[in-house]
Antibody, heavy 121, light 109 residues
Framework: EVQLVESGGGLIQPGGSLRLSCAASGFTVSSNYMSWVRQAPGKGLEWVSVIYSGGSTYYADSVKGRFTISRDNSKNTLYLQMNSLRAEDTAVYYC???????????????WGQGTLVTVSS | DIQMTQSPSTLSASVGDRVTITCRASQSISSWLAWYQQKPGKAPKLLIYKASSLESGVPSRFSGSGSGTEFTLTISSLQPDDFATYYCQQYNSYSPGITFGPGTKVDIK
């Protein structure tokens, strides 16, 4: 059974750093595309970042240069290092497995339960 | 960037109703569109991919159609478990990054 379990969220002051983790089971993280998607309170879904099975990484403009996606193959875990946090980064952060068909980008078939990040002084 | 819109933003319906939600893309995305259902406090759940392909385990009352710039999600007979917010997402390869629609909330009439 595929499972994704996020952790690492919490209350952090503006300018601070936080690292989110997403432990996967039932499949191999390194063989798949993996992504982070966030949702601000009462708002819609916003794609944040993706890491391809080959290791390439991509970011939304809103987080580029501040967030870093990575994975630990030995732990089958995905990470999101978030630096220089701003109030507008406040959201529930979901990790998701991404499926990419030929000639297209990707969509998400499995999602974690989410972890809340609150950026406030 | 490709922009996605959804209509209506809120839909009030009764159990047994046929419900249709529309999603439009700012440029052609072929059939590269997915639909998700999200309930309060829960993660999104994939319903439909490639515009009309039903994800395994999703009830057959859900269906998707469309191509190019206009897409629809139809629930043939609304069930109590279907009251939720629905999002479309484009995944056309020639845009920088995937984008979601703003969502359509289906609530009880």
């Amino acid at each position: 059974e595929v499972q994704l379990v996020e952790s690492g969220g919490g209350l952090i002051q503006p300018g601070g750093s936080l690292r989110l983790s997403c432990a996967a089971s039932g499949f191999t993280v390194s063989s798949n595309y993996m992504s982070w998607v966030r949702q601000a309170p009462g708002k819609g879904l916003e794609w944040v970042s993706v890491i391809y099975s080959g290791g390439s990484t991509y970011y939304a403009d809103s987080v580029k240069g501040r967030f870093t996606i990575s994975r630990d193959n030995s732990k089958n875990t995905l990470y999101l290092q978030m630096n220089s946090l701003r109030a507008e980064d406040t959201a529930v952060y979901y990790c998701a497995r991404a499926l990419r068909p030929l000639y297209a980008d990707y969509y998400f078939d499995y999602w974690g339960q989410g972890t809340l990040v609150t950026v406030s002084s | 960037d490709i922009q996605m819109t959804q209509s209506p933003s809120t839909l009030s319906a009764s159990v047994g109703d046929r419900v249709t939600i529309t999603c439009r893309a700012s440029q052609s995305i072929s059939s590269w569109l997915a639909w998700y259902q999200q309930k309060p406090g829960k993660a999104p759940k994939l319903l439909i991919y490639k515009a009309s392909s039903l994800e395994s385990g999703v009830p057959s009352r859900f269906s998707g159609s469309g191509s190019g710039t206009e897409f629809t999600l139809t629930i043939s007979s609304l069930q109590p478990d279907d009251f939720a917010t629905y999002y479309c997402q484009q995944y056309n390869s020639y845009s920088p990054g995937i984008t979601f629609g703003p969502g359509t909330k289906v609530d009880i009439k």
